[in-house]
């Protein structure tokens, strides 16, 4: 990947602060240093212009310190004489004249130039459009114009531009994946716009960036971008309703789902279950972690988080349900059987 | 400068002993108006405080060394960061820079005998006292306040947060601000009024220019942050709807509020560090600082850009462009007062011949980490850039580099260039530079890795994070790293601890100083000056002309002001002598009137208004008393 090339960028910029970086790009999937689209890409170059003009600067202002170090308890006159002009003169020079003109270049690029490309896509300009809503602590995924609804992953097409709205039903959260765009907070009575947009396949992570409670630190979420036809299957089978449980076992745990509290906060399309505080699980199977990547979604994980929400992510809104073991494995079936 | 007092010298000292004592023991200690005393108060007191706020520190860091780690419980670690960041800036910081080197050392700067108001001195101290332990009553009733300490609504609303956590935040600051403002309008009218004959407002210290301009700033900064602290309570106590969605309030008037309260505060945080910077670079380069005017408009050209700045921590909301390009402009503009001052002091030392002992190590670690700090906070002025690293770990780096590595690197040089002048005794200068390197040492290694973090998506106010995501490598080097600091911290209590008894003699002026108070005797007086100082420079004690005559002028009993307990008030600008000032001696009034306000505050949080309102109401019984004509002391 583009690895290689920011490797000779940093060296050449200041390898004993790059070369750390590097090692943190091992793994990426969360990271401002390896974009996927047009305005991450120019946050990034911003990044790198801006640590090599600082590291211009830092060194010659500490070289000038090392100078005062080597000329330290020196007798006799100061390198200027009495001459007080020329010192005035190099504090004129080097703190209003040469900052000026930095300055300047600096908010041209950034706040001229650059500025537009990361700012919400213009109305009308995209033809797919999420909905976005930040609850402590997961994350609800719409497809508006479809029945399609999600938790804490997003599917897009890849090199799609798709606007991203973001609500909150709650608290100020912060929608944040950083590979593909800078993160824009999501705020009680408003509606944050912002470009999603990646130009290479693959699942990046993203996660809550204001600080939102409890359980701030575990509200992360996926971005699956997939070529078009992927995410048009993908969006279908989101739209429809949920399987029927295969089997007995699963139809236990059905009925127990809709007959438990269980319905009344979570959502299963084609059931009885119509609650709005948890996430829908029509198709909960089909994900890849729960409550927000906080854990792996396989039986196993599914079964103990239903018999104790409080172990894994202590302070969510699930309470803990009484159940016997077999009731647990049936609910476990049946929910493992909503792809 | 050994001048021997004469006889008639030696018996105006004597009656000026007798009109300045105050009471022995602590009785003493609890009315002082002495600004000395005060400082001192003021400085253990917000040194405990630092203490308190440096082992959360490290409970912190320790909680993240490694992934979901479970040290602290969730809860007990958002407390733990809120506390975190409420100690260190509103009970370690401020009260230190402002109450502890203000207080102690502004009016021996200026030549003065105490502060223009003692008794509202003395006021500030307990009301800040008071304040902290309220604050920290809460800690010890595990219901610190939890929502961070910029406390965004409606995350810290009654609905999200219905414990008295918040309430001890809202209200803690509320009693926190009206010592700081008090504070402030002390400092102003000291600066204004109280300078020596002859100390023109060009040639007062840098040091005072700085605390002249953190004073307007605190000034100006307080109504908004009390505003948006009395719009809470009366939204959680009270049912009112400011900041509720539901009923037309805005969550987003708490940000604007906090902030532009938040941005200034950060300069008040910075600017008497670089006063202290200031104070002494020319001492230990034997030289007068380089372009003087350029960085006296320059510190109060900071305090006041830095009220037109505070939207760049709202870059996320979702404001409109234009509004956030005239705050990113204004951002990038104060970075220029800045750079002069950094330049300044740069070059005074350059063309200098600087002798670096341990304080003006600190100076070279302040500079160094300012720079770092100065270059990492530019970049937020680059909306795209601030939009993609706001809240996360780049930003906590940023801002440990300028309030730990630049403001506070000059309280720790600080207390070792005064410490011979308030102990009377000098330090140990091998251990005071080993202490400064290691908490050198230990502050990149544990603030620079953050950079790193943010940059690779870390975000700020986690309690724990997954593994697998690179970031483990970056938590240890700064956990190790924070130990490494606080080794040093804890290096430099020693070093002034144990100096405090076995130190060598100092003498009245160890360092060949430049200012005022290094020509009285160390410990100071109570009156400071047996004679008021006439000052002709900038730089007075390299005048020694003019202190010979002061000393001549004590031998004549000209401005000895020996008749009663009083100072010489002075014109604003040119410093001409106005009138003698009889000033207040110690007081009962000032610690009562904070306990009743203590009292008051308390029985709000505990929601018994009407025995609040009997506790008011004895505060201004206390008032009445204080301002009771006194009897003519001595």
């Keep these: 990947m583009s690895r290689t090339k920011r490797q000779w960028g940093g060296v050449a910029a200041l390898a004993a602060l790059a070369l750390p970086l590097l090692a943190g790009c091992e793994n990426d999937q969360q990271s401002v240093l390896d974009p996927v689209s047009h305005p991450a890409r120019d946050i990034e170059s911003l990044w790198w212009s801006m640590l090599a003009g600082a590291a211009v600067i830092f060194l010659g202002a500490v070289g000038l310190l090392g100078l005062a170090w080597i000329r330290r308890a020196r007798k006799g006159m100061p390198v200027f004489g009495e001459n007080e002009r020329v010192a005035r003169g190099f504090v004129v020079v080097f703190g209003i004249l040469i900052p000026i003109v930095t300055l300047i270049a600096l908010f041209t690029i950034g706040n001229i130039f650059v500025l537009p490309v990361t700012q919400a896509p213009a109305a009308g300009s995209t033809r797919l459009t999420v909905e976005v809503v930040g609850h402590q602590w997961w994350w609800e995924v719409r497809y508006p114009g479809t029945k399609a609804v999600t938790a804490n992953e997003i599917h897009i097409p890849v090199s799609t531009r798709v606007l991203l709205v973001g609500r909150s039903a709650d608290v100020i959260h912060s929608f944040w994946a950083p590979n593909l765009n800078r993160k824009i907070d999501v705020i009680p009575g408003r509606a944050n716009r912002i470009l999603l947009y990646s130009d290479r396949v693959g699942r990046f992570r993203g996660q809550c960036a204001e600080f939102c409670g409890l359980q701030h630190a575990h509200m992360g979420l996926y971005v699956y971008v997939e070529p078009r036809p992927k995410f048009d299957a993908w969006l279908q089978r989101m739209s429809k309703p949920a399987a029927a449980p295969s089997g007995s076992e699963a139809e236990q745990g059905r009925d127990l789902f809709t007959s438990m509290p269980c319905a009344g906060c979570h959502t299963i399309r084609g059931t009885s279950a119509a609650g709005r505080l948890g996430p829908d699980l029509t198709h909960v199977a089909s994900r890849e972690t729960l409550a927000a990547l906080t854990i792996p979604n396989n039986r196993g994980y599914l079964a103990s988080w239903i018999a104790d929400p409080q172990h894994f992510k202590p302070g969510n809104r699930m309470p803990a349900l009484h159940f016997e073991g077999s009731e647990l494995e049936a609910l476990a079936a049946y929910l493992e059987g909503l792809e | ?634």
Aim: proline fraction near 6%; charged fraction near 10%.
């Design chain 2, 1 to 634: 400068m050994a001048i021997e007092a004469g006889t008639a010298a030696r018996a105006r000292i004597d009656r000026l002993e007798r009109v300045w004592l105050e009471h022995p023991g602590v009785l003493g200690w609890l009315t002082t108006t002495d600004h000395k005393r005060i400082g001192i108060l003021y400085f253990f007191t917000s040194l405990f405080f630092f203490a308190a706020g440096g082992v959360e520190a490290l409970l912190i860091r320790s909680q993240l060394l490694v992934p979901n780690e479970t040290l602290v419980s969730p809860g007990a670690f958002n407390q733990l960061f809120t506390m975190h960041g409420l100690t260190m800036i509103f009970l370690f910081v401020i009260p230190i820079s402002t109450g502890a080197f203000g207080n102690y050392l502004l009016p021996l700067m200026i030549g003065a005998r105490d502060m223009a108001f003692p008794r509202m001195n003395a006021f500030s101290f307990w009301a800040f006292l008071c304040s902290g332990i309220f604050i920290y009553t809460g800690l010890f009733m595990g219901n610190a306040p939890d929502a961070g300490w910029f406390n965004y609504v409606p995350l810290a609303g009654k609905q999200f947060s219905p414990g008295v956590n918040i309430d001890f935040y809202g209200l803690g600051l509320i009693f926190n601000s009206v010592s700081t403002t008090v504070a402030a309008i002390n400092f102003i009218v000291t600066i204004f009024k109280l300078r020596a004959p002859g100390m023109s407002i060009n040639r007062m210290p840098l040091f005072c220019f700085a605390f002249l301009a953190v004073s307007f700033a605190l000034l100006f900064a307080m109504p908004p942050l009390n505003t948006a602290l009395v719009f809470l309570e009366l939204d959680r106590l009270a049912g009112f709807d400011f900041f509720n969605i539901g009923s037309g309030g805005a969550p987003l008037l708490w940000q604007h509020l906090f902030w532009l309260f938040g941005h200034p505060e950060v300069y008040i945080i910075i600017l008497p560090a670089f006063g202290i910077a200031t104070a002494i670079i020319p001492t230990f380069t034997r030289r007068r600082m380089v372009a003087f005017p350029l960085v006296a408009l320059a510190e109060i050209l900071v305090a006041f850009i830095g009220f037109g700045v505070w939207v760049h921590h709202m870059f996320a909301v979702g404001l409109a462009t234009i509004t956030m390009v005239y705050f990113a402009a204004a951002s990038l503009i104060i970075v220029i007062p800045s750079a002069i001052q950094l330049f300044a002091w740069i070059t005074t030392m350059v063309t200098g011949t600087p002798r670096f002992k341990t304080p003006l190590l600190w100076i070279v670690g302040f500079i160094t980490f300012f720079i770092v700090g100065g270059l990492s906070g530019i970049s937020f002025a680059v909306i795209p850039f601030d939009q993609q690293l706001t809240d996360t770990y780049f930003v906590v780096a940023h801002f440990h580099f300028v309030i730990f590595g630049a403001a506070v690197f000059p309280i720790l040089g600080g207390m070792y260039y005064w410490f011979p002048k308030v102990t009377g005794r000098m330090y140990h200068e091998g251990v005071g530079q080993l202490s400064f390197w290691l908490t050198f040492f230990g502050t990149a290694l544990t603030f620079f890795p953050m950079h790193i973090l943010g940059l690779l998506g870390m975000p700020r106010r986690e309690y724990t994070y997954p593994d697998g995501l690179g970031w483990q490598v970056y938590n240890v080097i700064e956990t190790a790293g924070s130990y490494v600091l606080a080794a040093g911290l804890l290096l430099v209590a020693a070093n002034l601890g144990v100096s405090l008894f076995r130190g060598r003699f100092a003498g009245n002026d160890p360092w060949g100083g430049d200012t005022l108070e290094w020509s009285t005797t160390s410990p100071p007086p109570p009156y400071n000056y047996p004679v008021i100082p006439v000052v002709t420079s900038p730089y007075p004690m390299w005048d020694l002309a003019d202190r010979e005559e002061d000393a001549r002028r004590l031998e004549r009993g000209e401005l000895t002001l020996e008749g009663g307990h009083e100072t010489l008030g002075s014109s604003v600008l040119d410093a001409e002598p106005d009138e003698v000032l009889e000033m207040p001696a110690e007081s009962p009034w000032p610690i009562l009137l904070a306990l009743m306000l203590a009292g008051a505050f308390a029985l709000v949080l505990t929601t018994h208004y009407g025995s609040a309102l009997v506790f008011l109401g004895l505060a201004a019984v206390v008032l009445g008393a204080w301002h009771w004509k006194e009897p003519e002391t001595a």
